[in-house]
């Protein structure tokens, strides 16, 4: 079933997110992280939701549909209204077991540290918005990839794509403000590229990827005086 509006979920679900595979978007603009995708049959297709802005909510009139099958999961979003010039990423929020969560459908905040309910935030994709304000994000991920959590580094549960047929997978477009080469590529590539802080669940406060202070590591990039910031979320229910 599809859930529109879910305001039951506070923005430390919603920030930061990992993993191996391909972006693209509108014409002109350069695809980061190909990856290559392996052969999958018998894939179950969910319908198109809505992409949504946070933190009210709202339709933004983009779309994303993700395929499920027993190996993985592959995933579209079309984002809109989105700032040209600025960098932006894909975040990938799973909760292989929703069963486990204890914030009620379809988990919440504090089911982000809860091991019940098997979650991880990992990289999707990232790029440079186009001067339409629209990106395409597309890729892959595959059971038992856990590569690019934000989760780990910071000590908190990861652990990958388990359960990809019956998951809560929410995926957060997360903005890094206007592009600075000097932080290229992290700003397309990481949580906090480019930003004083990971900007979860928001800028300036206290929180394990805000207080990260570890070198770049996987999900971690180089940071600048940018403001980090999610502001757009999709979720697919099984």
């Known amino acids: 079933m599809?859930?529109?509006h879910p305001h039951s979920l506070p923005l430390a679900a919603l920030a930061g997110i990992i993993l191996t595979l391909t972006a693209c978007?509108?014409?002109?603009?350069?695809?980061?992280e190909p990856n290559a995708v392996p052969t999958e049959v018998s894939f179950t297709v969910a319908p198109s939701v809505d992409v949504l802005t946070l933190p009210d909510f709202t339709p933004t009139?983009?779309?994303?549909?993700?395929?499920?099958?027993p190996n993985?999961?592959?995933?579209?979003?079309?984002?809109v209204g989105l700032t040209p010039g600025h960098a932006a990423t894909l975040w990938f929020l799973v909760f292989n077991y929703p069963a486990g969560c204890t914030t009620g459908a379809p988990c919440g905040g504090d089911d982000i540290v809860n091991a019940d309910a098997?979650?991880?935030?990992m990289f999707a994709a990232g790029r440079v918005v186009g001067g339409s304000g629209t990106a395409m994000f597309a890729g892959r991920r595959s059971v038992g990839d856990g590569s690019g959590s934000?989760?780990?580094?910071?000590?908190?549960?990861?652990f990958g794509l388990e359960n990809p047929e019956d998951a809560i997978i929410f995926l957060v477009v997360h903005d890094h403000g206007p592009v600075d080469s000097a932080f290229l590529p992290s700003m397309v590539k990481s949580i906090d590229g480019g930003c004083s802080d990971a900007g979860v669940p928001e800028a300036g406060v206290s929180s394990p990827w805000n207080d990260y202070a570890?070198?770049?590591a996987g999900a971690f990039g180089v940071r600048g005086s940018n403001t980090c910031q999610s502001i757009q979320i999709a979720v697919h229910a099984p």
């Open 72 to 79: 993985g999961v592959d995933y579209q979003l079309e984002a």
């Open 2 to 4: 599809t859930r529109k």
């Open 118 to 121: 098997r979650p991880d935030m």
């Open 25 to 32: 978007g509108e014409a002109g603009d350069t695809p980061l």
């Open 150 to 158: 934000a989760n780990g580094p910071v000590g908190l549960p990861a």
């Open 214 to 216: 570890g070198p770049p």
């Open 61 to 69: 009139g983009g779309t994303s549909t993700i395929q499920r099958g």
